[in-house]
């Protein structure tokens, strides 16, 4: 999960110096696979730790979770455990949700390197739709 240049050297999350292309990144043997740069395009992720059961499907909190964020773009994550949700929404500063239950959420859109598995999740689009109104529910 370490972020790496398509050259092998560190990369960093908030330094676009050190950031490529996919085409370029698909192309690197450098690391262990693909990541994406959250830099506070409008673009986010809701990362969805322990998600999953382990038949695969999503435990019932984070199915009210996809329910909410309708057809876009959610991958397994690299634990084979979670999920990343991509959307479009205004997030401020990311964070960690706790919710009851005992599970947490984790909501970024800015700073943030992202471990991409490209597995998308039972069949959603490659797509990107509008989360804030379910960014809004979890931060408030």
């Known amino acids: 999960k370490v972020p790496l240049t398509v050259d092998g050297m560190l990369a960093s999350s908030t330094d676009p110096r050190t950031w490529s292309t996919h085409k370029d990144a698909a192309a690197s043997t450098a690391g262990v696979g693909l990541g994406f740069v959250l830099n506070g395009d409008g673009i986010v992720c809701l990362d969805l730790d322990h998600a999953l ?7 019932p909190w984070a ?11 959610t991958e397994v994550s690299p634990s084979g455990e979670g999920l990343h949700v991509f959307g479009y929404a205004t997030v401020r500063h990311g964070r960690r949700i706790r919710r009851a239950g005992g599970y947490a959420v984790e909501v970024y ?5 992202i471990a991409m598995t490209g597995e998308r999740f039972q069949g959603v689009p490659s797509t990107l739709t509008d989360l804030s109104a379910l960014v809004a529910d979890l931060t408030a």
């Not at 059961?53 to 435990?59: I, L, M, Y």
């Not at 199915?63 to 773009?73: K, N, V, W």
């Not at 859109?109 to 390197?113: K, M, N, V």
């Open 109 to 113: 859109g800015d700073g943030r390197y």
């Open 53 to 59: 059961c382990a038949d695969g499907n999503p435990k």
């Open 63 to 73: 199915a009210e979770i996809l329910r909410q964020a309708g057809s876009t773009y």
